[in-house]
């Protein structure tokens, strides 16, 4: 591929309010000039290079930076690349794979082997190829730097709300639904099961109002995410999301669930009667929270679906 491109670099992880500014200002480069917008990030193995645990999988932050208006999405293991020089970064990567004509990063870019380079050399590094370097400010918000970091520890306690802001669009369990033990289908609410990859960062324990995207339509969706004392004593942690207003079969297919707002921690019940009570006044937090969401910020137009009545 020949023709030039304005390129975001970064980690990205979360794509949050700071990432999307880095990457918002390469997309407006690339139009105004009739480049493509491209986005360079990677791929850690878990626990790689201190970043602690993934906020969203490899697909879920392609897809974020595509909603971003990106059309390349250039995402290779942390380890094909770490070993090059800040040179051979710019000439083998930004160069020859890319033909950068202007380069986006956010102040605080390292890149090379053993973090050698700063955007400093950047600068200095592009420039004496011809290539323009745009450093954008870190984010404000509330006095604190937008951050990755900030981000893990509010969906650690369970501040979702916060999380929500600095990620700009809420936080989401995307994968393949898995077959569970269909217990919650013997109490009257069927659930959708979804498992956490490994080195992917798990919130605060508990249960969840949210909406859910699946076949391209949106339905409210409370998550128990977490152990289940009540009915399992394997301390196994499990995502699963109860759909009050769905009816069909979900296995296998790529669902997004996002949280919208913490209900209260995981809590073990003395009966399954009391298990079905607490998750019949989810249900109905989470049609409140979905209706709300979808109002305020339709996706794409999107509308609330409810199942059909007999």
Request: hydrophobic share 40%; aromatic share 8%; net charge neutral.
């Amino acid at each position: 591929m020949n023709k030039a491109s304005a390129v975001a670099l970064g980690y990205f992880d979360g794509v949050h309010l700071g990432h999307r500014a880095v990457v918002e200002a390469a997309v407006r480069a690339a139009k105004a000039h009739g480049w493509t917008p491209t986005a360079f990030t990677f791929t850690l193995p878990h626990g790689g290079a201190g970043k602690g645990a993934a906020i969203l999988t490899p697909q879920e932050k392609c897809r974020r930076l595509r909603a971003c208006g990106v059309e390349r999405v250039i995402m290779p293991a942390f380890e094909e690349f770490c070993r090059l020089t800040p040179e051979e970064f710019v000439q083998n990567i930004l160069v020859e794979q890319m033909h950068a004509a202007y380069v986006f990063t956010g102040d605080d870019f390292t890149f090379g082997a053993h973090k050698a380079g700063n955007v400093d050399l950047l600068h200095k590094l592009c420039e004496s190829r011809g290539i323009r370097v745009i450093t954008v400010p870190t984010l404000l918000q509330d006095g604190a730097p937008v951050s990755s970091t900030r981000i893990r520890a509010a969906l650690e306690s369970g501040d979702i709300a916060l999380a929500n802001a600095l990620l700009g669009e809420p936080y989401s369990v995307t994968s393949p639904v898995t077959h569970g033990k269909q217990l919650g289908r013997t109490l009257g609410f069927p659930t959708i099961n979804q498992q956490f990859a490994s080195g992917m960062l798990v919130p605060r324990q508990g249960v969840y109002a949210g909406v859910v995207c699946l076949d391209g339509a949106w339905y409210a969706g409370a998550t128990g995410l977490g152990t289940r004392p009540t009915v399992d004593v394997s301390g196994t942690v499990t995502c699963e999301t109860f759909l009050p207003d769905f009816s069909g079969d979900a296995y296998e297919k790529e669902v997004r669930v996002y949280l919208l707002s913490y209900l209260w921690p995981t809590q073990r019940f003395d009966s399954l009667d009391e298990l079905a009570a607490m998750i019949g006044r989810a249900a109905e937090k989470a049609r409140e929270c979905a209706a709300q969401f979808l109002q305020t910020t339709p996706p794409g137009g999107a509308s609330l679906s409810r199942a059909e009545k007999a």
